[in-house]
């Protein structure tokens, strides 16, 4: 069975950082692109960022750039967000999510998602 298992998450002044962490487990997850999606109450879940396997391709949501980093460590099946100047509007669930393939924006294209995890900047 499939398990993405998110932490990390917290409050934390305007300004402040936080650093994300997703751990795979239950397969092999060798080919496969991980993202970085959050949802705000009331709103849609969006792409905040995504990695290829390789870690060779990023890509980020205009928002973050800059600001977000995404990386992976695949001898530990593990994704990391690093998150940096953190402003109000970044206050969301984020939730980590794997595709075999490329990466994509579209929550639709993600077949495995974690649980998510809560992040809230204070102003």
């Known amino acids: 069975q499939v398990q993405l298992v998110e932490s990390g998450g917290g409050l934390v002044q305007a300004g402040g950082s936080l650093r994300l962490s997703c751990a795979a487990s239950?397969?092999?997850?060798?080919?496969?692109?991980m993202g970085w999606f959050r949802q705000a109450p009331k709103a849609e879940r969006e792409f905040v960022a995504g990695?290829?396997?390789?870690?060779?391709?990023?890509d980020y949501a205009n928002s973050v750039k800059g600001r977000f980093t995404i990386s992976r460590d695949n001898a530990k099946n593990t994704v990391y967000l690093q998150m940096n100047s953190l402003k109000p509007e970044d206050t969301a669930v984020y939730y980590c999510?794997?595709?075999?393939?490329?990466?994509?924006?579209?929550?639709?294209?993600?077949?495995?998602w974690g649980q998510g995890t809560q992040v809230t900047v204070s102003s």
């Open positions: 999510a794997a595709r075999q393939g490329s990466v994509w924006r579209t929550t639709t294209r993600y077949n495995y």
């Open positions: 990695i290829s396997w390789s870690g060779g391709i990023t």
């Open positions: 239950g397969r092999t997850f060798i080919g496969y692109a």
